[in-house]
């Protein structure tokens, strides 16, 4: 089982950044990762998705050009720089794996962290 730590969230002004790490307790080998969020009273959402090499990266429209997604395998870890961060984007982020090889970038995670929360204040 691959264990998934979340770290980066706090306090921004609307405009501002931040970047959220995830850290991976092992190697997930052929998979993607993904970032998910999850705003109060509302379900959770992508957000982000990278794959395996990180040659391909997949954005919900809502932050794309506004976030990158990047992952270092080296140090088994995947990353979330969001810029120009909006009101909208407060919510909890979670980063999520595949257990197994393959599977979607959009679906079908079984691996979660414990979120870290991301607040923009206007």
């Known amino acids: 089982q691959v264990q998934l730590v979340e770290s980066g969230g706090g306090l921004v002004q609307a405009g501002g950044s931040l970047r959220l790490s995830c850290a991976a307790s092992?190697?997930?080998?052929?998979?993607?990762m993904g970032w998910f969020r999850q705003a109060p009273g509302k379900e959770r959402e992508f957000v982000a998705a990278?794959?395996?090499?990180?040659?391909?990266?997949y954005y919900a429209d809502s932050v794309k050009g506004r976030f990158a997604i990047s992952r270092d395998n080296a140090k088994n870890t995947v990353y979330l720089q969001m810029n120009s961060l909006k009101a909208e984007d407060t919510a909890v982020y979670y980063c999520?794996?595949?257990?197994?090889?393959?599977?979607?970038?959009?679906?079908?995670?079984?691996?979660w962290g414990q979120g870290t929360q991301v607040t923009v204040s206007s």
């Open positions: 999520a794996a595949h257990n197994g090889w393959g599977g979607s970038p959009y679906s079908g995670y079984d691996v």
């Open positions: 092992r190697t997930y080998n052929g998979s993607p």
């Open positions: 990278i794959t395996w090499s990180g040659s391909i990266t």
